[in-house]
């Protein structure tokens, strides 16, 4: 069955960006994305943690195996603008039924087995996924929190995979798990691949004139701060020009440097040296 929660979540007083939450379908990568299921979640913010997870990285439909609690209101307290995921997850009964009719299933594990099972990395298991995903569903399963699965559970999923991580301390978070598998699901789906947004404010490379003007006005600014008095000023320069060289300014920027060394000098001079 599907539980749907309330038709807008709690802000808890917070603001985000209206590109952090657009359902413009456009935007996303055209492989059909997999399908979350949580066995067992005993932790409401775990499951608020994986469907934040899922709505960052294009995951679309959600499966919860038997929740020990299940709130949608608190839910979308806790992942905020996450209504409409909230409203499609599916609760039921078993893993078995979960996954059903999916064609392949990648399951999260870090116990190691001593049969001889299919054991992927994330990235190896993530392409694998989206190239079944062209037959048919497939799903990323996550156990629980404190036991993970049973090895009876881990039998119905197609592959083991396992995040790499120090011995020592392997096992990792339920929502980290979620999240590096469905990040890695995004880049092979083509999400890698989105440009960079460019910044709002943007000017031309600074010319070759503005540069002149802008070393001009700080050899001025170095000599009235006595810099150069026990500096060779063409040494100095010459190293200056190359930071400022490497740094690549646009116009702005190059104004804005401009104007610092302009202000060293005026200060000075309405601040007479020794005066207090």
């Known amino acids: 069955m599907i539980l749907g929660g309330p038709a807008g979540g709690r802000t808890g007083g917070q603001e985000e960006n209206a590109e952090e939450t657009s359902n413009d379908l456009s935007a996303r990568p055209p492989v059909r994305p997999p399908i979350l299921v949580l066995v067992n979640p005993q932790d409401i913010v775990n499951i608020a943690s994986a469907v934040r997870v899922a709505k960052n990285f294009g995951i679309e439909r959600m499966r919860l195996v038997a929740p020990e609690v299940f709130d949608p209101y608190r839910i979308e307290g806790i992942a905020h603008n996450t209504s409409d995921l909230v409203a499609r997850i599916e609760i039921l009964d078993s893993l078995g039924d979960a996954i059903g009719d999916c064609v392949f299933t990648a399951v999260l594990t870090a116990r190691e087995r001593a049969a001889k099972r299919r054991v992927l ?144 000098v005026r200060y000075l001079e309405r601040s007479p040296r020794g005066e207090s």
């Not at 991580?165 to 392997?170: G, L, Q, S, V």
């Not at 460019?198 to 006595?226: C, H, K, M, V, Y």
Request: net charge negative; with cysteine.
């Open 121 to 264: 990395r994330p990235r190896e298991a993530a392409a694998v996924l989206m190239q079944q995903a062209s037959a048919g569903p497939v799903a990323i399963v996550a156990g629980r929190e404190d036991s993970g699965l049973t090895n009876a559970e881990l039998d119905l999923c197609t592959a083991l995979v396992t995040i790499p991580t120090d011995p020592a301390h392997r096992s990792l978070n339920l929502a980290q798990a979620v999240a590096i598998m469905a990040y890695e699901t995004w880049n092979a789906r083509g999400g890698e691949s989105y440009p960079i947004k460019p910044p709002r404010n943007q000017a031309e490379p600074a010319t070759s004139g503005q540069l002149e003007e802008l070393f001009t006005d700080w050899t001025g600014a170095l000599w009235a701060i006595d810099f150069f008095k026990t500096r060779r000023t063409e040494s100095v320069m010459r190293s200056f020009r190359e930071i400022v060289f490497r740094a690549g300014l646009d116009g702005r920027e190059a104004s804005l440097l401009r104007a610092m060394g302009i202000e060293v």
